[in-house]
């Protein structure tokens, strides 16, 4: 089994364990919205019974990757064609009007919908529909390990909540507009992002507006990811008398963050201390 991203591909060991081989075809700590593809890629994908992909057009890659790769099994309407965003309720969904919208590239909607822990309820319930029809003498099998998930994650997100708590409504600065549904599950004020088209520099006059905004709402955090540039966030930082924390928006991103639950628990550990610090 395939997925495009390390997210998907720990959510679908989570449900499929041991019954399954499941490889992600983006690597650790890369930019998935930027992959290009390797030849190996395709190969994998020539032999996989299933594809597990995020949508919302961030991997649109995949796309010419599956018409090479000519595996019936794969193609859309098939059991093994999975979107992990079926079902999930989407944020920043965008009409189809024309013109400078701002905010996220995504015309089909914020794609990072993982990063509400909650969602993954919604992914493996579909990565489990999937597997059923793909290996119904195991249905029993899956459906108990994704049982067992669910428990882990409902006490794992009373856990993050608390931790949160004292942050709820605290503004701060994104580079990328990657943690909507982050802040939405845990009551984040993000007041502005860096990046206001993904892989387009902000000008000075938006570094401008973003460091008056800082100084009038006296936001004091910055939080990147580890692939992005230090730069902006680092003028910002100087400028306001702010701090930059590097929090993980995939697993492995970082070394420590090697599961679905672990990229929770740094990225809400690395948050909460920050916002403790004077």
Request: hydrophobic letters at 45%; charged letters at 25%; proline letters at 5%.
């Amino acid at each position: 089994m395939v997925t495009t991203t390390t997210d998907l591909k720990s959510l679908v060991e989570a449900v499929a364990g041991e019954r399954a081989q499941v490889t992600s075809l983006v690597p650790p700590a890369m930019d998935a919205e930027d992959y290009q593809a390797r030849p190996q890629d395709l190969a994998r994908l020539k032999d996989a019974r299933m594809i597990v992909r995020v949508g919302l057009d961030y991997d649109l890659w995949l796309d010419r990757l599956l018409g090479q790769a000519n595996n019936p099994a794969l193609q859309r309407g098939k059991a093994g064609y999975v979107d992990a965003s079926f079902a999930v309720a989407l944020l920043e969904l965008r009409g189809t009007a024309v013109g400078d919208q701002g905010g996220h590239a995504h015309g089909s909607g914020n794609p990072h919908y993982w990063l509400d822990p909650a969602n993954a309820e919604i992914i493996t319930g579909t990565v489990l529909e999937s597997l059923i029809r793909l290996d119904p003498a195991n249905a029993g099998y899956y459906e108990a390990r994704r049982i067992t998930f669910l428990d882990k994650l409902g006490a794992k997100l009373r856990e993050w909540q608390a931790t949160l708590a004292n942050a709820q409504g605290k503004p701060i600065l994104a580079y990328h507009n990657s943690w909507a549904y982050f802040a939405r599950r845990f009551r984040l004020n993000i007041a502005g992002t860096i990046e206001q088209k993904a892989g387009v520099p902000p000008s000075p006059a938006h570094l401008g507006e973003l460091l008056r905004t800082m100084r009038e709402k006296e936001i004091r955090l910055i939080v990147k990811q580890p692939f992005e540039p230090d730069k902006y966030p680092d003028f910002l930082a100087v400028k306001a008398g702010g701090r930059i924390v590097v929090l993980a928006a995939s697993v492995g991103a970082i070394p420590e963050v090697a599961d679905y639950f672990a990229l929770f628990d740094f990225n809400v550990e690395a948050l909460s201390r920050a916002l403790k610090q004077r």
